[in-house]
Each structure stands twice: as C-alpha cells, then as structure tokens.
C-alpha cells in the first residue's frame, strides 16, 4: 500500500461512539498507514539508531468499555514489546500527529536513563531543534515546546516520579497541509527520528 498521508476521515475517527465501533475504523482507516510509513522508513530507521526496528501497533487491548482517545505505532529494537524500552512513537489524538522518542513509565531503567541524560543536558539541548516539544505523559494531550520547557526539571521529575515520563519531538496539526501529503509527512518522520537518534543512542548504551 503506498502511503498518501493522512486525511481528515482518519481525525475524525477518534468522534466515532462506542469501543468496538471506533477499534473497527482505527483498525481499517488508520493501522495500514501504520504499516505504510514503518515499511517507507525501516532503512532509514535502522540506520540511524544502529539497531533493526520492529514495528508494534497498539492493540488497546485492555480497553473494555471507553474508546481510545488516541492511537499509534511504536518502533522498537525488541520484537516481542516496546514499553520497557527506549522506542520512538508515530501516532494520532483527534487534532494532531505526533513523532516521539519515548522514555515510558514502564522502563525498568528509568532513573539511570535520566541521570545519563542530566549529566549530558547541554549536549541534549544543542541536540534538539527548538521547534520541538516535550511531553511528560503519553496519555495526555498535552506538550510544551522545548524553547518554553525547563528541560533540566523535566528530568527530574523522569528520573524521581514513579510514573513519570519523558517524550521528545513533534506533534502536527491534523490540519497542516503536511498531514496529507504522504512524500512530505514520510521525509519529516525520518528526519525527526535522525535528529532524536543521538538522544536515542545514548539511552541505550547505559
């Protein structure tokens, strides 16, 4: 399937009622182009963090009664999950896409991941355009550009908070010409993902 980005049918998946009707329409509308943008990316992807990536999709499979607000895939170096790792994350909430290095509550890790990132706080900062945002939970919908973000106290609340989180990248508005445009959106994907891919390499060589 090739990928012609995303349009405002798929947004609108996240207004459909009911768990078993809106799965249905992220499983037929949105999941494929999962599938599409991993297989347009997989070189690069392994390439740039120097691992081979796996490709996982949320399944909500906990979810019993309330829809999902949100949806995405994960790219992971373990085959088998991706929440105890390091991962980067290319999903959709109702009025935007993101692209995230994610560094979740569930990393066995956590502490030790985000004192290496303090003792290398000036490194990351010149690292990450300050066009980007962070993100301190991944169920929320909410982000704050790096340019407006303490990135040191982001840290150590990651590093002390037991479910604390720290994700790093960019979200685009569902309405950005970008969005639709699947040449343009794949291109800003695997240039998020090389920018954040020192971030990345670092937090796997603890």
């Known amino acids: 399937m090739t990928f012609n980005g995303f349009s405002k049918k798929d947004f609108e998946t996240f ?12 499983q037929e509308r949105i999941q494929p182009k999962f599938r599409s943008i991993y297989e347009e990316i997989t070189d ?24 999902p607000k949100d949806t995405w895939s994960a790219y992971c170096h373990n085959k088998r999950g991706y929440k ?6 290319v999903g959709l909430w109702e009025d935007n896409l993101f692209i995230w290095l994610a560094f979740i509550y569930e990393l066995p890790h956590k502490s ?7 003792n290398e706080l000036e490194d990351i900062q010149q690292t ?15 982000a704050s550009l790096i340019s407006e973000t303490d990135l040191q106290e982001s840290l150590e609340r990651f590093k002390k908070v037991k479910k604390g989180e720290f994700l790093v990248g960019r979200r685009i508005a569902a309405d950005d010409p970008i969005i639709k445009d699947g040449d343009q959106l794949v291109t800003t994907i695997k240039q998020t993902i090389q920018q954040l891919a020192p971030i990345y390499r670092s937090s796997m060589n603890l």
């Not at 207004?15 to 992220?26: F, K, N, P």
């Not at 105890?84 to 994350?89: D, E, G, R």
């Not at 990450?128 to 919908?141: A, E, G, R, V």
Request: without cysteine; hydrophobic residues 35%; glycine residues 4%.
């Open 128 to 142: 990450i355009p300050k066009d980007f945002q962070i993100s301190l939970d991944h169920m929320k919908n909410q």
């Open 15 to 26: 207004h459909i009622d009911g768990l078993d009707q809106r799965m249905e329409a992220i």
């Open 44 to 67: 690069n992807l392994n390439e740039v963090t120097g691992h081979d990536m796996y490709l996982h999709i949320a399944k909500h499979a906990r979810r019993t009664v309330n829809p």
């Open 112 to 118: 030790e991941i985000a004192q290496k990132f303090l």
């Open 84 to 89: 105890k790792h390091p991962h980067f994350q």
